[in-house]
């Protein structure tokens, strides 16, 4: 199998390293194109108005596999190493993410929004994060990828998969869970600072209401009670259900109204 590796969080990630490693053998042929520094919370974002340069390097620990560290970002990554740098893969897996990726900070992931190019591309693919920023054990979260690429083999009509791991050794782990996305309101303030110059400049906030609680069925609910949890993601964003009401309604709304 011929599988694609990328992520935000850049191409000489020790994230990265665990996956390569994990799907190492096998018959498998690894290939990364990866952000040259980190690129956190980019998103969807891709470069239109300045080149792109893809540089080939080699990773410590994975000195065989074919590498390119990608001036832009996750986005750039994929629709580059997919139209130019290799052959269509049969799978890709962004990540591993220093940090979780649930609920509604998949909007604003770049490892997430790299395996949404991917599907969009029709290239069965993987997120995959592990909750801490400085992770103990990447052994739930290669788990969890493995998990998650067994179940795109056997299900081909499903395209991503959002993959969030307890930052937990293997035995530790109680389990999977498939499971919605969690819903958080970030605060919209920022932190308002001055530089040693006099100058104001912003900090983003970091507080958030969270609604799902330790009863809700949710992926931030079992990441934090030890279980790995994977979300079915879809790249059509049609509210279908308000779709059918709207249309009921469209012939008593006018134009001018």
Not at 122 to 141: D, Q, R, T, Y
Not at 171 to 187: D, N
Not at 224 to 253: C, F, K, W
Request: with cysteine; hydrophobic share 40%; charged share 20%.
């Amino acid at each position: 199998m011929r599988i694609l590796f990328t992520n935000d969080d850049g191409v000489f990630s020790p994230g990265l390293l665990a996956l390569l490693s994990a799907f190492q053998g096998d018959g498998n042929e690894l290939l990364v194109a990866a952000p040259d520094a980190e690129r956190s919370g980019a998103s969807h974002s891709f470069t239109m108005l300045s080149p792109l340069r893809a540089k080939p390097v080699m990773i410590p620990g994975a000195e065989r596999v074919a590498a390119y560290a990608v001036s832009g970002t996750p986005v750039d990554c994929v629709k580059l190493a997919y139209g130019n740098l290799f052959e269509k893969p049969d799978l890709l897996i962004s990540g591993i993410n220093l940090g979780a990726n649930r609920g509604t900070d998949i909007f604003y992931s770049g490892t997430v929004s790299a395996a949404m190019e991917g599907a969009l591309l029709g290239i069965p693919s993987i997120a995959v994060s592990n909750i801490a920023w400085k992770p103990g054990s990447f052994e739930a979260a290669t788990a969890g990828a493995k998990f998650a690429a067994e179940i795109l083999r056997r299900e081909p009509s499903i395209r991503l998969l959002n993959v969030n791991a307890p930052d937990l050794a293997l035995a530790q782990v109680r389990g999977v869970r498939i499971t919605p996305a969690g819903v958080q309101e970030y605060e919209a303030r920022y932190e308002e600072r001055i530089d040693p110059y006099g100058q104001k400049y912003y900090w983003i906030p970091t507080g958030r209401m969270n609604p799902c609680g330790p009863e809700s069925d949710c992926d931030e609910r079992w990441t934090n009670d030890g279980y790995i949890a994977i979300t079915p993601l879809v790249t059509n964003m049609t509210d279908h259900p308000s779709l059918e009401r709207l249309r009921a309604m469209q012939d008593e709304i006018t134009l001018d109204s």
